[in-house]
């Protein structure tokens, strides 16, 4: 099972919005084939780890292990737990139940009705754990909020009305990495007008994030990165809707407008979403209770004076993690 999660991992900014799943088949306490899902809209991880097996005519006597419950629905792709009857494999062992609407223990069932052996629960914190922007978004009907920032030593943001870089080569990479794995990337205004940012994934290999803006009433200047319709971009505002090439200005109302925008982003299938604004967007979503996780990057340098970092409310501490000497080794893992 271990393996599953493992090769699942390898789908990490590739397939929502669905979740990373992997597949290994295993006959006489021997892997002879294993899959995971890939892309969004490609095969699943049971067909990829069955189409991999070379002697097909040892698939009825396997036991296929799976890091999520085989669907049983057809979406883009044909149901898997349908392939596992076909293919008369006994028996199964599954991580997890995939709790989301559409399947939610009937591809477990469907199995136990057609007398295959279903096993579950094996590393199933470890398989919530991996597909926790997926869970929460299917049970909450918004995406996974992450908040990052840097910090000087002496607990500053930035300059005021100053670009300065806090962070270094080591952290810029892996902030892209960040970017890569989740589905959208959030600035807020004063971010986005000082330092004029990309906000793409040009340090990394992989798939760039939908970008999100809030422009109260539209006064951003058009020059900027962010219109540069380089990659799909939702302006949120109070004043109108529409769309120019790949940027969607999408109208809201002034009362809970962060609800609004995850609610929106929701129903775009974006599962979860990285926030790198500056402290009034940050302190905003910390106080109004919308964020699921805190990665904070402190910088040994000290700016003295310049807009202070934001309060974390020690009720929630425990949600946070803080990442300084540990940079280093996720930065190598990247890297590799």
């Not at 306490?29 to 040892?58: P, R, T």
């Not at 295959?116 to 914190?125: F, H, M, Q, S």
């Not at 922007?133 to 930035?158: C, H, M, T």
């Not at 769309?243 to 962060?258: A, G, R, V």
């Amino acid at each position: 099972m271990q393996r599953c999660l493992d090769l699942a991992q390898k789908g990490m900014g590739n397939v929502s919005p669905n979740p990373m799943v992997g597949a290994v088949l295993v006959h006489d306490n021997k892997i002879i084939g294993e899959g995971y899902h890939q892309k969004f809209g490609s095969a699943h991880a049971e067909v990829n780890c069955l189409n991999s097996v070379v002697d097909k005519e040892l698939i009825p006597f396997s036991t296929l292990y799976v890091s999520l419950e085989p669907c049983s629905h057809f979406g883009k792709t044909p149901p898997c737990a349908n392939l596992i009857l076909e293919n008369k494999i006994k028996k199964v062992v599954i991580a997890t139940t995939d709790f989301s609407s559409k399947v939610n223990g009937k591809g477990i069932s469907l199995l136990i009705e057609n007398g295959v052996e279903v096993i579950e629960g094996i590393l199933k914190t470890e398989a919530i754990e991996l597909n926790k922007r997926f869970f929460f978004a299917q049970e909450n009907k918004q995406p996974y909020v992450i908040l990052k920032w840097a910090q000087s030593k002496d607990g500053f943001i930035s300059k005021n009305n100053e670009q300065i870089q806090i962070s270094s080569e080591m952290t810029n990479t892996l902030v892209h990495q960040w970017r890569h794995e989740e589905d959208a990337i959030w600035v807020g205004f004063n971010t986005a007008n000082i330092d004029n940012p990309k906000l793409n994934v040009r340090h990394v290999i992989g798939q760039n994030p939908i970008r999100v803006i809030l422009d109260k009433n539209l006064s951003l200047p058009t020059h900027l990165n962010l219109f540069d319709h380089s990659q799909t971009t939702f302006i949120y505002n109070f004043k109108k809707n529409e769309n120019e090439k790949l940027t969607h200005f999408i109208k809201i109302d002034s009362e809970n407008y962060l609800s609004q925008m995850l609610n929106h982003l929701f129903q775009q299938n974006i599962s979860s979403v990285l926030i790198e604004g500056g402290t009034k967007l940050l302190q905003e979503i910390i106080d109004s209770n919308l964020w699921n996780e805190i990665r904070l990057i402190n910088s040994p340098i000290e700016l003295k004076e310049g807009v202070k970092s934001p309060v974390i409310h020690n009720e929630r501490l425990e949600k946070s993690f803080r990442i300084d000497q540990d940079l280093i080794q996720l930065y190598k893992n990247i890297k590799k």
